[in-house]
């Protein structure tokens, strides 16, 4: 099934719109939505339910209503949750959160990235790193730090669309690749 990107972008607007702007608050609403996402994607009876047709609204609804009120959604986000499902666009779910964690961050201008390191890198390294990919794109980087030996030295950096592949293992790749054309 297709997922309407107009649609979706909307929906997070209309979520992001009817939110207090704390960073608590649109966390707490962020991991709402991956507890949604988890629930479609692995829970059978939850998906037949908002994707069958046959289902009534009401038993929608009451089931959509169960789900939010046991994660303590507030009122306001729990109307625009269950008006997907009214729309009959419950597959966006799978994607929804997404979609959201890059509108609050278009929103706070922030860009979540990754480095990605063959070594444990010290806090001196990774402030010079934020620094410098904050400078290139011009935005505030928030990054997650993951160590893998299988890159044998070096590091990748992701921030939104930017990548930097500085490690030995892609080098390796690249020479072979290089090599192997001769």
Same mark, same amino acid.
């Given at each position: 099934m297709?997922?309407d990107?107009k649609?979706?972008?909307?929906?997070v607007?209309?979520?992001?719109a009817?939110t207090?702007?704390s #960073?608590?608050?649109? $966390?707490? &609403?962020?991991?709402?939505? %991956?507890?949604l996402?988890?629930? /479609? *994607? !692995?829970?059978?009876?939850?998906?037949?339910i908002?994707?069958?047709p046959?289902?009534?609204m009401e038993?929608?609804?009451?089931?959509?209503?169960k789900?939010?009120s046991a994660?303590?959604?507030d009122a #306001?986000?729990?109307? $625009?949750? &269950?008006?997907?499902?009214k %729309?009959k666009k419950?597959n966006i /779910? *799978? !994607?929804?959160?997404?979609?959201?964690?890059?509108?609050?961050e278009?929103?706070f201008?922030?860009v979540q990235?990754?480095?990605?390191?063959?070594?444990?890198?010290d806090?001196?390294?990774l402030?010079e790193?934020?620094?410098?990919?904050?400078s290139?794109?011009?935005?505030?980087?928030?990054?997650?730090v993951?160590e893998?030996?299988s890159?044998?030295g070096?590091?990748?950096?992701?921030?939104?669309?930017y990548?930097?592949?500085t490690s030995?293992?892609?080098?390796?790749?690249?020479?072979?690749?290089?090599?192997?054309r001769f």
């Amino acid at each position: 099934m297709k997922i309407d990107k107009k649609y979706f972008r909307k929906v997070v607007n209309e979520i992001i719109a009817k939110t207090d702007k704390s #960073e608590e608050n649109l $966390l707490k &609403i962020s991991s709402i939505l %991956d507890i949604l996402n988890k629930l /479609f *994607k !692995e829970n059978q009876t939850f998906r037949n339910i908002v994707l069958n047709p046959k289902a009534s609204m009401e038993d929608k609804e009451k089931l959509m209503e169960k789900v939010l009120s046991a994660l303590g959604v507030d009122a #306001e986000i729990s109307k $625009l949750l &269950i008006k997907i499902v009214k %729309d009959k666009k419950a597959n966006i /779910f *799978k !994607e929804l959160n997404k979609v959201f964690k890059f509108e609050v961050e278009k929103f706070f201008g922030t860009v979540q990235g990754e480095i990605i390191s063959a070594y444990k890198i010290d806090e001196a390294l990774l402030n010079e790193i934020k620094s410098v990919i904050e400078s290139k794109i011009g935005k505030k980087v928030e990054f997650t730090v993951k160590e893998d030996n299988s890159l044998i030295g070096g590091a990748v950096i992701k921030a939104g669309t930017y990548i930097i592949d500085t490690s030995v293992k892609s080098y390796l790749k690249r020479l072979e690749s290089t090599l192997s054309r001769f």
